[in-house]
């Protein structure tokens, strides 16, 4: 079985990832692959917020619970997929990235990510 190290380092290896980053619900490093121009501390840090908007955003509207959330920016984009209740996967994709990819692996290896956190 592949450990969730292994698995980190094998997403930032993808051509086109530039960071693979595990982050608790508190926003605290949990692993990390990537660029050396990426801060891993501070990136997690930011996640649990995100996860509150996207949560807040769709409670309202009936969407249920959040799994994964999808950001656009100018120079790249920005993946951040549930692996369990209390962790978090964020992945970062240049723009050229393998986004439609990583989008269709995270959903279809969904149980073998959970497993992994």
Do not use: C, K, N
């Not at 079985?1 to 595990?22: D, N, P």
């Not at 891993?40 to 995100?50: I, M, S």
């Not at 996967?89 to 393998?98: A, F, N, S, T």
């Amino acid at each position: 079985m592949v450990t969730l190290r292994e698995f980190v380092q094998a997403l930032r290896r993808q051509s086109g990832v530039e960071a693979a980053v595990v982050v608790g619900r508190d926003g605290l490093l949990i692993d990390s692959a990537a660029d050396t121009a990426v801060h891993a501390d501070g990136l997690a840090a930011r996640v649990p917020a995100l996860v509150a908007a996207a949560v807040a955003t769709g409670a309202p509207v009936g969407r249920g619970g959040l799994s994964m959330a999808v950001l656009e920016y100018e120079r790249g984009s920005a993946i951040v997929s549930q692996m369990s209740p209390d962790v978090w996967l964020l992945v970062l994709v240049h723009p050229q990235g393998p986004l439609a990819t990583l989008l269709q692996d995270l959903r279809r290896y969904r149980h073998q990510i959970t497993a992994l956190a």
